[in-house]
């Protein structure tokens, strides 16, 4: 056997880090930070709709007092006369004391003060609301009210005193929600202050949406911003799963609200856990704070520095990019209209917003209305999101950010525009495009999100991304009204789906292409995207 010499290996120490791009890893502290920043979007999802559960319909019909036993039900007894039960009364015959039967009432009926309820799981029947169904659904108007307060003013906390700041705001204001619980009465303190809660809770709370995937879209480079957008969606997912399960083993609408609502206490220890934006620290010039949390970095995720990106960094000359310097450019809502560029990506983008919301929440409220069984209906179409979310994380990377919302808006539309046309009888046919519709709007609300914050600078970013936010809450209003358009005309809501979708495909085409450019800082930068 032939000797072997051995040879000497020299083992060359990483190079230190000398751009704030190299340190845009998904390290250690990315990952941490991640976690910390996922679970505000789980309570807010679980905010977002807990209204669905605690101001859910409720079986009722009138009481007859005279006539009710201790075990009356919403079933109409055997002693009810042929009129309306929901919210009038037959009058009994004078003299009438128990023991009714159908010939101890009159032919006339008056208007219902007290109601048999099914349960009492919901504030239907704890504030007697059985027969004012426009109290009931205002509970989802006045929250998507508050919802389109909270983005544009926690985007406006965002961009002016960091994100950090934005989420434990939004993140404690949970605990409004929890004063829901305390009202009673039929007075002021039961249902007027029920929904003046609900309005504030919505308003300080729902931002976080916004806030937390900015905030996880500037942790990392431009290589993993999809990763941003779905942890976003899976998260929504889980939350709106959680406060599901929460509801089913705690049914009583105060019960399972505290449950929801007092564990936000732990988000004061985000004030010691959660790290600002490195970005948002630079371009606001906290140049003191970014050399410490760019020397945390580097220590969490074990990489060197180098001594001049510190000096760069205090001297307000670091780059994002190894080969080009950082510009600097303070947030002032006139930076909102000081470009003709801005003020267009601003209008596309809010219709994005608007028909993915508008599109999203119809069709699921709609998924009722399709034939079979509704409850395997709604599973299909939550499996078809689930299934949404992982297509766009791969497309969004593979095929663009623009190809991605144009194929996405446009299959939607077509989709929606064909389920119109197809007859009530073709049972499987109607499911399946459907199906495909809601699929494809769930790659673009996926999408959006990823999209809109590369179009626009960072230093209007939370404002402008909340903005979009603000307007995608008016077609969630919007939504739940479009089954009445059906009573008149049974086409007439897939048809305002599919025409919605189809125009924001159009739009799509007057956006530029940004997968692989780095964030844009400034107007300046925004501008330079071209087609």
């Known amino acids: ?123 239907v029947s704890e504030f007697d609301l ?32 960091g994100r950090r ?25 039961g249902y007027p202050l029920y929904l003046l809660l609900e309005l504030l809770e919505a308003a300080l709370v729902t931002g976080t949406y916004t806030t937390c995937f900015v905030l996880m879209l500037e942790l990392v480079g431009k290589n993993k911003r999809i990763i941003s957008a779905l942890v976003l969606g899976i998260m929504i997912s889980s939350g709106e799963l959680l406060l599901t399960l929460i509801v089913w083993l705690v049914p009583y609408w105060r019960h399972f609200q505290l449950f929801l609502y007092c564990p936000a206490f732990i988000f004061l220890a985000y004030i010691f856990l959660l790290e600002e934006s490195l970005r948002w620290l630079i371009v606001n010039e906290k140049n003191d704070k970014a050399v410490m949390l760019v020397q945390k970095i580097s220590k969490w995720n074990g990489v060197a520095l180098s001594r001049k990106m510190i000096d760069a960094i205090r001297n307000s000359k670091v780059g994002f990019d190894a080969d080009k310097e950082v510009e600097k450019e303070k947030f002032h809502p006139k930076l909102l209209f000081s470009s003709a560029m801005l003020v267009k990506r601003l209008v596309v983008c809010s219709w994005w917003w608007f028909t993915a919301a508008f599109v999203y929440y119809g069709l699921l409220i709609n998924s009722v209305t399709l034939p079979g069984n509704k409850i395997a209906n709604f599973a299909l179409s939550a499996i078809s999101t ?12 593979k095929i663009g950010r623009k190809y991605t919302l144009l194929g996405g808006f446009l299959v939607c539309g077509v989709a929606c525009v064909a389920e119109a046309f ?55 209003v919007l939504a ?14 897939t048809l305002l789906f599919g025409g919605s979708a189809l125009m924001a495909a159009l739009l799509t085409l007057s956006t530029p292409e940004t997968l692989q450019r780095d964030l844009p800082d400034t107007v300046a930068q925004a501008k330079a995207f071209h087609q």
Not at 444 to 460: D, K, M, Q, R
Not at 480 to 493: D, I, K, R, S
Request: with cysteine.
């Open 1 to 123: 056997m032939s000797s072997q010499i051995p040879m000497s290996v020299t083992v060359k120490p990483a190079e230190p880090v000398t751009s704030i791009g190299s340190m845009a890893t998904f390290g250690r502290f990315q990952r941490w930070q991640y976690v910390l920043a996922t679970i505000p979007i789980l309570f807010t999802a679980m905010s977002n709709i807990n209204y669905v559960f605690s101001a859910a319909a409720e079986d009722a019909r009138c009481a007859v007092p005279v006539c009710e036993t201790a075990n009356s039900t919403p079933a109409l007894p055997p002693w009810w006369p042929a009129v309306e039960h929901r919210c009038s009364r037959p009058v009994l015959t004078s003299g009438i004391v128990g023991n009714c039967s159908v010939h101890s009432f009159t032919n006339q009926s008056v208007r219902c003060d007290k109601w048999v309820y099914g349960s009492n799981n919901s504030i």
């Open 130 to 161: 059985a027969c004012q169904e426009w109290k009931r659904t205002l509970v989802g108007t006045v929250h998507n009210v508050g919802v389109m307060i909270s983005m544009p003013l926690m985007g406006f906390v965002s961009d002016r005193w």
């Open 165 to 189: 700041k934005s989420i434990i705001a939004s993140g404690l204001g949970l605990v409004v929600g929890a004063f829901k619980t305390l009202t009673a009465g039929p007075g002021w303190t």
């Open 386 to 397: 689930l299934i949404g979310e992982f297509i766009a994380c791969f497309s969004l990377n």
């Open 422 to 476: 197809v007859p009530k009888a073709a049972k499987t046919e109607l499911i399946v495009i459907f199906l495909l519709g809601k699929m494809c709007i769930s790659i673009c609300f996926n999408g959006i999100y990823v999209y809109t914050s590369e179009l626009v600078p960072t230093s209007a970013r939370g404002c402008l991304v909340g903005a979009c936010s603000m307007v995608a809450r008016v077609g969630s």
């Open 480 to 493: 739940p009204l479009t089954p009445l358009l059906g009573n008149w005309w049974h086409p007439l809501p």
